[in-house]
């Protein structure tokens, strides 16, 4: 795939990708849009954070393909995709302070050059770090452990970014905070995101596209604004059941757009 001028994230699919845990078989054949936010959302054990390890690599399908930028990566290693990843855990290591923790992004032997040290700088700025950076993560918020890991992101500078509930710890008002930042970033740097969640008043906040999953499968994709009206997908609807996002959804979603 080549890229235009507008758009610095790439496509990604899964080509009638099949994987297992045991006897719970998951079956994925699905397009991400390029440079889209896309929410993936679905019942407990439908395969949300299994399909974005098969597009990281920490998973190996049974079958199939994973293409990234229309390159079959399935024999790549996690390394070697352009791809990056935020964890609800946020993975920081607790002995390395705020500027090292992101610049493993950069250089997993942090053997930084004056051009990492100016990048990290930035990239700490720009999630409301600065002057934090020869801090622990023990001496962070929940919040501002997960900008961290936002930082490491950004100085990587792939065009794949993969959001695992990152924010599902987080109480409401922060977890907007987040959302809300996640969107300004990729604004700025149109990477392709996707991003798992539960809740669906995340994916209305930033999604663009929406890719829901049920037992193992694709079940509906499409617009996000699409799925919260009375004509969205029916198993969605189940889904979500009655709240703010099913009563009146019509109206919800006409003012979002």
């Known amino acids: 795939?080549?890229?235009?001028?507008?758009?610095?994230?790439?496509?990604?699919?899964?080509?009638?990708?099949?994987?297992?845990?045991?006897?719970?078989?998951?079956?994925?054949?699905?397009?991400?849009?390029?440079?889209?936010?896309?929410?993936?959302?679905?019942?407990?054990?439908?395969?949300?954070?299994?399909?974005?390890?098969?597009?990281?690599?920490?998973?190996?399908?049974?079958?199939?393909?994973?293409?990234?930028?229309?390159?079959?990566?399935?024999?790549?290693?996690?390394?070697?995709?352009?791809?990056?990843?935020?964890?609800?855990?946020?993975?920081?290591?607790?002995?390395?302070?705020?500027?090292?923790?992101?610049?493993?992004?950069?250089?997993?032997?942090?053997?930084?050059?004056?051009?990492?040290?100016?990048?990290?700088?930035?990239?700490?700025?720009?999630?409301?770090?600065?002057g934090k950076e020869q801090r622990l993560p023990r001496e962070l918020s929940g919040g501002e452990r997960q900008r961290v890991a936002l930082a490491r992101v950004l100085v990587r500078d792939r065009p794949v970014l993969l959001l695992d509930e990152p924010f599902a710890s987080l109480g409401p008002a922060l977890r907007d905070d987040m959302l809300d930042l996640v969107a300004g970033v990729h604004a700025e740097r149109r990477m392709t995101v996707l991003f798992v969640t539960h809740q669906p008043e995340d994916a209305h906040r930033i999604g663009q596209d929406m890719v829901f999953l049920d037992n193992g499968v694709v079940a509906a994709t499409g617009a996000v604004a699409d799925f919260f009206t009375k004509a969205g997908p029916l198993a969605f609807r189940r889904y979500i059941g009655a709240g703010p996002f099913s009563q009146g959804s019509r109206d919800v979603a006409r003012k979002r757009t």
Not at 21 to 38: H, M, Q, R
Not at 54 to 80: N, Q, W
Request: hydrophobic share 45%; no cysteine; aromatic share 6%.
């Open 1 to 130: 795939m080549t890229l235009n001028s507008t758009e610095n994230g790439t496509a990604v699919r899964l080509e009638k990708v099949s994987f297992s845990y045991g006897e719970a078989p998951f079956l994925f054949d699905v397009e991400f849009a390029a440079s889209k936010i896309t929410a993936i959302m679905g019942p407990s054990g439908s395969g949300k954070s299994t399909l974005l390890n098969l597009v990281a690599g920490f998973e190996t399908p049974r079958s199939g393909h994973v293409l990234i930028g229309g390159a079959d990566v399935g024999a790549k290693p996690p390394s070697a995709r352009p791809v990056s990843m935020v964890f609800q855990e946020n993975n920081l290591f607790a002995h390395l302070s705020v500027e090292r923790n992101v610049g493993l992004g950069r250089s997993p032997s942090l053997r930084l050059a004056e051009a990492d040290h100016v990048a990290i700088a930035g990239a700490l700025k720009r999630v409301g770090l600065a």
